[in-house]
């Protein structure tokens, strides 16, 4: 009977392995397709940056020949029309300052409301939480007005409202990964003579370094690829970001120039790509610790 028993078992156990096995190769079938999906986009755009303007609306979906191939030269053409260098300047400078930025006020504004619990802390809390469901188009012409008003219209302006936009997705996070914080931790380094300050950035802020590197890649990425608030809020005659230099790749009449426009579309998703891929083990991890913590 135990024989019989324990056959039987290891018969279920094995019917039960061979299931999740197959489902489990189902699932990765499924997955891949999405994956294909999500990234063919972007190959489309760099097999056109290769071929003949004229040759991309007839057979966008195809690969470049000897008739379509143009070798470098949508890239020339577009690095020349839209001053892409000027533009990659100020996309950089705005990306990297408003990601710094955004960072250090926001990991200390997320310690002072984890450590101070009274009305004001859980106010500021709700509001900051609260901006993240505002719809932007609720504030756009406000903000623009504003902004003009207070001279925010060059790129160390757009930072300044980079951060306030930024604020609310960070300072969530922050505040769940500083919540689970030993508090003693923080008491020691005050007993050895620190100040609030230094408690904060040799004690607290290593400590919040995954969050702070998901924070700053759900930034970037968003900044460095905004058009909407740098069109509203920047003096586009003088400072321009990359998304808008390569709208000026439209002509009158609804003419375009496909080749030069994929070809600086290559080049700004590039450094994103790599930064993105460099980081994004901490992604998951920042996250997760977060949530858990909090």
């Known amino acids: 009977m135990e024989k019989e028993y324990s056959g039987q078992k290891k018969s279920v156990v094995n019917a039960k392995e061979e299931n999740e096995a197959k489902n489990g190769w189902i699932w990765t079938i499924i997955f891949s397709v999405i994956a294909v999906i999500f990234v063919s986009p972007i190959f489309i755009v760099l097999m056109n940056s290769f071929k003949m303007k004229s040759f991309i609306n007839l057979t966008p979906f195809t690969f470049p020949t000897k008739e379509t191939f143009v070798q ?73 007005k504003l902004s003009d008003m207070l001279g925010l219209t060059t790129p160390a302006g757009l930072i300044i409202v980079y951060l306030g936009f930024g604020a609310g997705l960070a300072v969530f996070m922050f ?101 993105y891929i460099a980081c994004q083990k901490h992604i998951i991890k920042g996250v997760v610790a977060g949530a858990v913590k909090g």
Request: glycine letters at 6%; one cysteine or more.
């Open 72 to 144: 470098w030269e949508n890239y020339t053409r577009g690095i020349e029309t839209i001053g892409f260098f000027d533009a990659f300047k100020n996309s950089l400078f705005i990306t990297v300052c408003s990601v710094f930025v955004i960072i250090i006020c926001t990991s200390m504004c997320a310690w002072y409301i984890a450590r101070v619990q009274n009305i004001f802390t859980s106010g500021l809390y709700f509001l900051c939480v609260f901006s993240m469901i505002v719809p932007f188009q609720m504030v756009m012409f406000t903000l623009s």
């Open 175 to 275: 505040v769940g990964f500083v919540k689970g914080i030993p508090l003693e931790i923080e008491e020691v380094a005050m007993i050895d003579g620190c100040n609030p300050i230094q408690t904060f950035f040799h004690v607290v802020l290593p400590i919040l370094k995954p969050t702070c590197i998901t924070v700053a890649i759900l930034q970037a990425m968003w900044i460095w690829n905004d058009y909407l608030l740098p069109y509203l809020v920047l003096d586009i005659t003088e400072y321009k970001t990359i998304p808008i230099a390569i709208q000026y790749l439209k002509g009158g009449y609804g003419s375009v120039d496909w080749g030069a426009m994929m070809a600086m579309l290559v080049l700004a998703i590039i450094p994103i790509i790599i930064f």
